[in-house]
C-alpha cells in the first residue's frame, strides 16, 4: 500500500517548455520586428511602397511587443505593435502591424498569444477602446479570441475588416456595486414614486432629507480616519445631490478596541468641522470586526430627482478637479475634499440647491460611468457620454477617472446649454446626454460609439413608474 504522505507525490509526466514567450520589446527586439515587417509587407505584400513606417514609430507612448524564441537565440519570431490612436490620451488606443516571421508561422500560436497580450497590456495601460485594421484572411483569428468587426476597408488593394476588443472594465463595475439592489430588495421601490433610487429620501409632509451611506469594511480596517472623513463626505454629497442642506449627522462606528475606533472617531469629527455639520448621536462597538455607517440629515423643500431627466437633455459633470488620488488608493479614490476650506466644502454642497437641474445624482462607488447609467436608468432612459469632453484632473487617466470615487462630483441633466450648475472650487461641462436606448455608450472623437454597461444599473427601472 501507498502511503502519500511517505511516499511524496505520485510522479508528473514533464511538460515541454513553450517555445516562445510573449513581451515588451528593447530596441534590438524593436529593429528586428521593423525587419520582419519591411519583408512583409512591403516585399512579400506589396501593402506598401518602399515602407511601412509611420507617425506611430514614432511616437514615445507606442509599445511594441515581441514573441521571443526560447531555444537560446532569443529569435524574434513575431510582434506587434500598439499605441493611443489621439494626441490626449483618453483610453482609446489601436494595433497594428501584426506579422509572424516566416520562421515562425508553422509554429501553433504566435500570432494570437501576440493578440491576446497586446488586448492585456491596453487594458492594463487603461484601454477603453482597442480597435485593429485586420486582413480578411487573418481576421478568423481575431474573431475566435473575442474581437467583433465593426467595418471593411481596403488598404493596399488588399480588403481588411475594421475589428474591436470589447472592454468590459465598467460593467464589472457596476455588476460588482450596483447590479443586486433591485433583487434585494424583492419587488419593494425604496423612496416611493418620483424618488427610487436616489440618493436621499425625501420624509413625507416634511422638508427632511434623510441619506445613509456605510463604508466599506476593508476600507475601515485599513485606513480608519479616512473611512471617517469619507462617513461624512458620501452623506453630505447625497443631500447635495438632492438640493438639501446639510443640518446634522448620526454615526455608528465599531472596531476591535478602542484606539482603532479613536482613529475612525477623529476622521468623522474633523470632517464635521471641516463641512460645519454638528454629530448628534450615533452608536459605538468595541471588540468586535471594523464598520462605520453615517446618517444624515438635511432640509430643502424642493428636492431635486435622480431620475427627472428627459430624453435629449444634456449631461453636465461638476467636479472639483483639485487634489490628487488618496494614498494607498491610487486609481480608485480622488481626494479633493481634505485641500478645501469650510466655504468652499460648504459652496460645492451648495451647487445643486442653487442650480435646481432637472436631475442630479452624486458620483458613488459605480463612478462617472456607472452614475451617469443610474441618472439614465431612473429616468427611464440611457445614456452617452463624450469621452473627450468630460472634464478630468490632469493627473488621472480618463479610465481611472470615469471609473473612480471622485472626492466631490455631480452629474446633472438639464436642457442643452441651461445648465446652472457653477462653483469657484469646481468645473462644469457638458459631456454626454440623455437617451432612449437603455445602458450607457461613450461617444469617441471620430463619432464612434462603444457600449460600456448595457441595460439598467440598478435594475429599479424608472423611479417614476
Known sequence: MEVPALMGPAPTASVAPAPFVVGIADAVEVAAYRRLRHDAFVDDQGLFDRTDVDHLDQDHRTVVLVARATDGSGAVLGGVRVAPATVR???WWTGSRLVVGPAARNAAGVGSALVRAACALVEQRGALRFDALVQERAAALFTRIGWQPTGREVLGGVPHLRMRWPVDRYQRLVDATKAHLAALFAGDRPGGAGWVGDDGAPLAGTDVIAACDAILP???????????WCGVLVNVNDLTAMGAAPTALLDA????????????VSGLRRASDAWGVPIIGGHTQVGVPAALSV????????????????PGQRISLTADLSGGWRTGHTGAQWNSTEGRDRAALRDLAATVGRARPAAAKDVSMAGIVGTAGMLAEASG????????????PRLAATADWLGCFPGFAMLTADDAGASRMASPAATTRECGEVTSEPGVRLRWPDGEETTVVTGGVTGFGSAAV
Open 89 to 91: 490620451e483618453i483610453g
Open 218 to 228: 476593508s476600507m475601515v480596517e485599513r485606513d480608519p480616519e479616512w473611512a471617517g
Open 253 to 264: 462606528v465599531a472596531g476591535r478596541d478602542t484606539s482603532f475606533v479613536a482613529r475612525v
Open 295 to 310: 446618517t444624515a440629515l438635511g432640509r430643502t423643500e424642493h428636492p431635486v430627482p435622480g431620475g427627472g431627466a428627459r
Open 381 to 392: 432612459g440611457g445614456a452617452v457620454l463624450d469621452v473627450a469632453d468630460v472634464p478630468i
